[in-house]
Protein backbone atom coordinates (compact mmCIF):
# COMPACT_ATOMS: atom_id res chain seq x y z
CA UNK A 1 0.00 0.00 0.00
CA UNK A 2 1.23 3.27 -0.59
CA UNK A 3 2.40 5.53 2.37
CA UNK A 4 1.85 9.63 2.85
CA UNK A 5 5.07 11.58 1.83
CA UNK A 6 5.75 12.40 5.25
CA UNK A 7 5.07 11.62 8.86
CA UNK A 8 4.25 8.23 10.05
CA UNK A 9 3.56 5.63 7.94
CA UNK A 10 -0.06 4.87 6.95
CA UNK A 11 -1.23 2.23 4.50
CA UNK A 12 -3.79 3.86 2.27
CA UNK A 13 -5.54 2.61 -1.16
CA UNK A 14 -4.59 3.70 -4.46
CA UNK A 15 -6.19 6.61 -6.04
CA UNK A 16 -6.90 8.07 -10.14
CA UNK A 17 -6.19 11.14 -10.69
CA UNK A 18 -8.24 12.08 -14.20
CA UNK A 19 -6.90 14.91 -15.93
CA UNK A 20 -9.79 16.03 -18.92
CA UNK A 21 -9.40 19.31 -21.43
CA UNK A 22 -10.65 19.94 -25.12
CA UNK A 23 -7.58 18.80 -27.35
CA UNK A 24 -4.38 21.41 -26.83
CA UNK A 25 -5.41 22.83 -23.25
CA UNK A 26 -2.83 21.10 -21.93
CA UNK A 27 -3.80 18.06 -20.14
CA UNK A 28 -0.92 15.86 -21.98
CA UNK A 29 1.78 17.83 -21.10
CA UNK A 30 0.59 18.26 -17.61
CA UNK A 31 0.11 14.29 -17.64
CA UNK A 32 3.53 13.90 -18.42
CA UNK A 33 5.40 16.16 -16.27
CA UNK A 34 3.36 14.70 -13.33
CA UNK A 35 4.69 11.36 -14.30
CA UNK A 36 8.49 12.80 -14.85
CA UNK A 37 8.05 13.70 -11.07
CA UNK A 38 9.51 10.41 -9.91
CA UNK A 39 9.23 11.51 -6.20
CA UNK A 40 4.70 12.00 -6.99
CA UNK A 41 5.07 8.09 -7.92
CA UNK A 42 2.12 8.11 -10.29
CA UNK A 43 1.47 5.60 -12.70
CA UNK A 44 0.72 6.62 -15.88
CA UNK A 45 -2.63 4.38 -16.87
CA UNK A 46 -2.25 3.79 -20.74
CA UNK A 47 -5.40 3.41 -23.17
CA UNK A 48 -6.17 1.64 -26.11
CA UNK A 49 -7.32 3.66 -29.27
CA UNK A 50 -8.12 3.06 -32.57
CA UNK A 51 -6.93 6.16 -34.36
CA UNK A 52 -3.86 6.41 -36.11
CA UNK A 53 -0.37 7.12 -34.33
CA UNK A 54 0.67 10.49 -34.79
CA UNK A 55 4.77 10.63 -35.55
CA UNK A 56 5.65 12.30 -31.91
CA UNK A 57 3.56 9.20 -30.18
CA UNK A 58 5.30 5.64 -29.48
CA UNK A 59 2.95 2.69 -29.29
CA UNK A 60 3.02 1.43 -25.74
CA UNK A 61 3.87 4.61 -23.97
CA UNK A 62 1.30 7.12 -25.14
CA UNK A 63 -1.08 4.56 -26.47
CA UNK A 64 -1.80 0.94 -27.05
CA UNK A 65 -3.06 1.57 -31.17
CA UNK A 66 -4.74 -1.02 -31.94
CA UNK A 67 -7.43 -2.09 -34.77
CA UNK A 68 -11.33 -1.63 -34.54
CA UNK A 69 -12.39 -4.91 -34.13
CA UNK A 70 -9.91 -5.86 -31.07
CA UNK A 71 -11.18 -3.04 -29.75
CA UNK A 72 -14.93 -3.64 -29.97
CA UNK A 73 -14.29 -7.08 -28.92
CA UNK A 74 -12.25 -5.66 -25.55
CA UNK A 75 -15.40 -3.52 -25.07
CA UNK A 76 -17.99 -6.36 -25.63
CA UNK A 77 -16.11 -8.87 -22.90
CA UNK A 78 -16.23 -6.15 -20.42
CA UNK A 79 -11.98 -5.66 -20.21
CA UNK A 80 -12.73 -2.14 -20.47
CA UNK A 81 -13.10 0.10 -17.32
CA UNK A 82 -14.33 2.85 -20.01
CA UNK A 83 -14.83 3.61 -23.70
CA UNK A 84 -15.71 6.66 -26.01
CA UNK A 85 -15.97 7.50 -29.60
CA UNK A 86 -14.20 11.00 -29.97
CA UNK A 87 -13.53 12.41 -33.50
CA UNK A 88 -14.25 9.37 -35.03
CA UNK A 89 -12.16 7.12 -33.27
CA UNK A 90 -12.64 4.76 -30.03
CA UNK A 91 -10.57 5.05 -27.55
CA UNK A 92 -11.03 2.68 -23.62
CA UNK A 93 -9.07 2.28 -20.78
CA UNK A 94 -8.37 -1.62 -19.75
CA UNK A 95 -9.77 -2.57 -16.43
CA UNK A 96 -7.56 -5.28 -14.71
CA UNK A 97 -4.23 -2.54 -14.76
CA UNK A 98 -6.50 -0.19 -12.83
CA UNK A 99 -7.71 -2.72 -10.40
CA UNK A 100 -4.53 -4.32 -9.39
CA UNK A 101 -2.86 -0.70 -8.91
CA UNK A 102 -5.23 0.69 -6.63
CA UNK A 103 -5.24 -2.63 -4.68
CA UNK A 104 -1.57 -2.17 -4.05
CA UNK A 105 -1.68 0.82 -3.18
CA UNK A 106 -0.80 2.88 -6.35
CA UNK A 107 -1.71 5.71 -7.63
CA UNK A 108 -2.24 6.35 -11.34
CA UNK A 109 -3.33 9.28 -13.86
CA UNK A 110 -5.22 9.11 -16.60
CA UNK A 111 -5.40 11.83 -19.77
CA UNK A 112 -8.77 11.32 -21.10
CA UNK A 113 -12.28 12.63 -22.27
CA UNK A 114 -15.39 13.95 -20.27
CA UNK A 115 -17.01 10.51 -21.45
CA UNK A 116 -14.80 8.57 -20.29
CA UNK A 117 -13.99 10.41 -17.06
CA UNK A 118 -18.13 9.93 -16.18
CA UNK A 119 -18.37 6.11 -16.92
CA UNK A 120 -15.16 5.69 -14.47
CA UNK A 121 -17.07 8.12 -11.57
CA UNK A 122 -20.03 5.84 -11.78
CA UNK A 123 -18.03 2.96 -11.34
CA UNK A 124 -15.28 3.96 -8.77
CA UNK A 125 -16.51 7.50 -7.43
CA UNK A 126 -14.62 6.60 -4.17
CA UNK A 127 -10.77 5.95 -5.83
CA UNK A 128 -11.67 9.14 -8.41
CA UNK A 129 -10.19 12.77 -8.42
CA UNK A 130 -10.92 14.25 -11.51
CA UNK A 131 -9.54 17.80 -12.83
CA UNK A 132 -10.53 19.82 -16.16
CA UNK A 133 -8.23 21.88 -17.80
CA UNK A 134 -9.10 25.12 -19.24
CA UNK A 135 -7.26 27.38 -22.51
CA UNK A 136 -6.61 31.05 -21.16
CA UNK A 137 -9.00 32.15 -24.55
CA UNK A 138 -10.24 29.78 -27.50
CA UNK A 139 -7.82 32.05 -29.78
CA UNK A 140 -5.16 30.38 -28.14
CA UNK A 141 -6.40 27.33 -27.93
CA UNK A 142 -6.52 26.86 -31.88
CA UNK A 143 -3.01 28.63 -31.90
CA UNK A 144 -1.85 25.45 -29.42
CA UNK A 145 -3.30 23.57 -32.31
CA UNK A 146 -1.77 24.75 -35.10
CA UNK A 147 1.61 25.31 -33.82
CA UNK A 148 1.50 21.35 -32.83
CA UNK A 149 1.65 20.83 -36.87
CA UNK A 150 0.14 17.20 -36.51
CA UNK A 151 -3.26 17.63 -37.87
CA UNK A 152 -4.55 18.72 -41.12
CA UNK A 153 -7.21 21.83 -41.18
CA UNK A 154 -10.08 20.36 -41.18
CA UNK A 155 -9.32 17.93 -38.27
CA UNK A 156 -8.51 21.26 -36.40
CA UNK A 157 -10.99 22.78 -37.17
CA UNK A 158 -13.45 19.92 -35.68
CA UNK A 159 -11.57 19.80 -32.42
CA UNK A 160 -12.47 23.50 -31.97
CA UNK A 161 -15.86 23.07 -32.80
CA UNK A 162 -15.81 19.98 -30.33
CA UNK A 163 -13.45 21.72 -27.78
CA UNK A 164 -16.94 24.26 -26.90
CA UNK A 165 -19.24 21.15 -26.20
CA UNK A 166 -16.26 19.52 -24.17
CA UNK A 167 -15.47 22.94 -22.04
CA UNK A 168 -19.03 23.26 -21.28
CA UNK A 169 -18.82 19.98 -19.42
CA UNK A 170 -16.66 21.57 -16.56
CA UNK A 171 -18.95 21.70 -13.75
CA UNK A 172 -18.48 17.87 -13.47
CA UNK A 173 -15.17 17.94 -12.12
CA UNK A 174 -13.74 18.17 -8.62
CA UNK A 175 -11.29 20.98 -9.94
CA UNK A 176 -11.11 23.13 -12.91
CA UNK A 177 -7.48 24.49 -13.44
CA UNK A 178 -7.02 27.68 -15.84
CA UNK A 179 -3.81 26.97 -17.76
CA UNK A 180 -2.44 30.26 -19.24
CA UNK A 181 0.67 29.72 -17.17
CA UNK A 182 2.05 25.54 -17.40
CA UNK A 183 4.39 25.97 -14.25
CA UNK A 184 1.38 27.31 -11.85
CA UNK A 185 -1.08 24.46 -13.42
CA UNK A 186 1.66 21.90 -12.60
CA UNK A 187 2.20 23.32 -8.78
CA UNK A 188 -1.76 23.48 -8.10
CA UNK A 189 -1.98 19.83 -9.40
CA UNK A 190 0.18 18.41 -7.34
CA UNK A 191 -0.96 20.41 -4.31
CA UNK A 192 -4.43 18.58 -5.22
CA UNK A 193 -2.89 15.26 -5.28
CA UNK A 194 -1.17 16.33 -2.30
CA UNK A 195 -4.57 16.70 -0.22
CA UNK A 196 -6.13 14.07 -2.00
CA UNK A 197 -3.75 11.85 -0.27
CA UNK A 198 -4.44 12.61 3.33
CA UNK A 199 -8.19 12.64 2.99
CA UNK A 200 -8.87 10.50 5.84
CA UNK A 201 -11.41 8.30 4.24
CA UNK A 202 -8.43 6.99 1.77
CA UNK A 203 -5.83 6.27 4.62
CA UNK A 204 -7.17 3.01 5.68
CA UNK A 205 -4.33 2.66 8.24
CA UNK A 206 -5.23 5.30 10.24
CA UNK A 207 -7.81 3.66 12.26
CA UNK A 208 -4.84 1.30 13.61
CA UNK A 209 -3.00 4.50 14.35
CA UNK A 210 -5.30 6.45 15.96
CA UNK A 211 -6.11 3.40 18.21
CA UNK A 212 -2.47 2.91 19.13
CA UNK A 213 -1.88 6.28 19.96
CA UNK A 214 -4.68 6.04 22.75
CA UNK A 215 -3.35 3.31 24.17
CA UNK A 216 -0.31 4.82 24.78
CA UNK A 217 0.76 4.89 28.32
CA UNK A 218 -2.59 4.60 29.08
CA UNK A 219 -3.83 5.68 32.44
CA UNK A 220 -0.41 7.29 33.10
CA UNK A 221 -1.22 10.94 34.61
CA UNK A 222 0.26 14.27 33.09
CA UNK A 223 3.24 15.57 34.90
Sequence with gaps: MSKPSSGPAIER???????SSPSGAGKTTLTRNMIEKAELGLRLSISVTTRQRRPSEIDGVHYHFIEKDQFLFMRDRGDLIEWAEVHGNFYGTPRRPVEEALAAGQDMVFDIDWQGTQQIVDRMRADVVTCFILPPSMAELKARLDRRAED?????????????????????????????????????????????????ERRIGLQAFVDKLLSEEKGRSPR
Design 13 to 19: RGLVLIL
Design 152 to 200: AEDVIAKRLQNARDEIARWPLYDYVLINDDLGRAFNELVAILTAERLKR
